[in-house]
């Protein structure tokens, strides 16, 4: 019996005699499609909130988000809370903040992608259970041009804080910013 192991992968079996009737020895099968040629990973990042930021009523906020999970392909700035593709094509971006109001009163939040500042895809929430944390999400399929400058911002009708994320079980604090290349 042959035993394949292919480079990061689990080994898979296959069965062949020789032509002597006789099991072979193991044989170690490296396969790299992408030797020498350019690095063909989707374009994808994944940035959270690091910080509380706040929420001036009635004012349109960038919302920054500084703590990079991962970045292939070097389109997020985590400097400036930007993404910037290098290269035109179809992009699926997402973004949202948890928000805490200073006051006890329904209010209305809203997420917006802005794109070379022009807001390009809103959700507009109305929150009127009080004492509870407001997570929005604004998200869009995004036809971008490379050097395109993709930025999250945040609204809303009282003062207030944007949490930053907590990834932890039973904490729903959702405040980040993603994006990768559909085509």
């Avoid at 989707?42 to 930021?53: H, S, Y």
């Avoid at 929420?55 to 985590?78: C, R, V």
């Avoid at 593709?85 to 209010?107: C, Q």
């Amino acid at each position: 019996m042959k035993t394949y192991y292919y480079k990061n992968e689990q080994e898979s079996t296959f069965h062949h005699k020789n032509k002597k009737g006789k099991d072979t020895e193991n044989i170690t099968i490296n396969v790299n499609c992408g030797k020498d040629k350019r690095d063909r990973r989707t374009p994808a990042f994944r940035a959270l909130k690091e910080t509380n930021q706040p929420l001036e009523a009635g004012q349109s906020s960038k919302i920054t988000f500084e703590d990079e999970q991962y970045d292939i392909g070097n389109i997020y700035n985590a400097g400036n809370s930007t993404l910037v593709p290098r290269e035109s094509g179809i992009y699926y971006v997402a973004g949202s903040f948890t928000f805490t109001p200073n006051m006890n009163v329904p209010y209305r939040t809203r997420a917006d992608i802005v794109v070379n500042g022009i807001s390009v895809q809103v959700d507009n929430d109305y929150w009127d259970e009080l004492s509870f944390l407001n997570v929005v999400n604004v998200s869009a399929v995004l036809e971008l041009q490379a050097g395109d400058l993709v930025e999250i911002f945040g609204q809303s009708s009282t003062d207030g804080t944007i949490l930053s994320d907590v990834e932890e079980p039973g904490l729903a604090f959702s405040s980040n910013f993603e994006a990768f290349k559909v085509s």
